[in-house]
């Protein structure tokens, strides 16, 4: 196709609606426990010395995600993965990068107790969970139980299926909208083949005698701060203007980049 535009949309079924999500027998969408698992998420009480929350690797105003290549973990600790985008989290069928977790509740335990990243102990945190009162009255309403394991991890699970993104461009213009999509989408502009970019590296061009410029690929990306990513996003069109499902509530979507997101 020479261009966005189409005459004639037909669209699958499959891709024309969101499905609904899936829900495991015992953990069905509860208020209470969504909002205990908020809570749990924002709180650094979750790591050994209480330092880092899932939000400080899952940032709202970058669609849950992070603007760095690898996070940094309790005391610094650097690990071997980045943190993805946690929008759309609950249609996914399975998780981390190997697809070895096929729960998003076991999911969550391995953040928690992974050395480079949190370093707790689950036994540990339900016993520091049920000594805070806030805490302890909390669990209770959710589950008329105290901080476990298996409550621990369901109520954070509860939270992050909410974070559900489907505003695109492309969900509307899979639902039938032909003027959703109308050209390529916004990037920088490529500068001429001679001339030299910053941090980029020459390379041939496509005929005999042109030059292009890329990023070196034997070196890793270098982070970028988050004030620039920030503004790089700004700069993007179609940024939200209201919350995401139960979870961005104040935040809003002040800068959430549409290709961070992740259809089901």
Not at 82 to 99: A, C, D, K, V
Not at 133 to 155: M, P, V
Not at 241 to 253: A, E, I, V, Y
């Amino acid at each position: 196709m020479s261009s966005c535009e189409r005459n004639n949309p037909e669209v699958p079924g499959t891709l024309s609606n969101w499905p609904e999500m899936s829900y495991p027998q015992d953990n069905q969408p509860d208020a209470s426990k969504i909002n205990l698992g908020r809570q749990l998420f924002e709180d650094p009480i979750l790591s050994i010395d209480s330092s880092i929350s899932c939000a400080s690797c899952h940032k709202s105003q970058i669609a849950f995600a992070d603007n760095l290549t690898v996070s940094p973990g309790v005391e610094g600790r650097l690990g071997v993965r980045n943190s993805p985008s946690l929008l759309n989290i609950g249609y996914q069928p399975y998780f981390m990068r190997e697809g070895g977790v096929p729960t998003l509740e076991m999911q969550i335990l391995v953040p928690i107790q992974e050395h480079n990243e949190m370093a707790f102990n689950m036994v540990l945190l339900a016993n520091r969970l049920n000594q805070d009162s806030t805490y302890k009255k909390l669990f209770l309403q959710a589950f008329n139980d105290s901080a476990t394991a298996y409550t621990i991890t369901r109520s954070i699970a509860q939270y992050e299926r909410t974070l559900i993104y489907k505003d695109a461009d492309i969900d509307a213009y899979i639902s039938g909208d032909n003027n959703a999509i109308t050209g390529p989408a916004p990037g920088p502009e490529p500068g001429p083949e001679h001339e030299p970019r910053p941090g980029y590296e020459p390379v041939p061009g496509p005929e005999p005698g042109q030059q292009q410029w890329r990023l070196p690929i034997d070196e890793p990306q270098q982070s970028q701060p988050l004030e620039t990513w920030n503004l790089r996003l700004e700069q993007n069109e179609g940024l939200l203007d209201h919350g995401l499902g139960l979870g961005l509530g104040d935040n809003g979507g002040d800068a959430l980049k549409r290709n961070n997101t992740r259809r089901p």
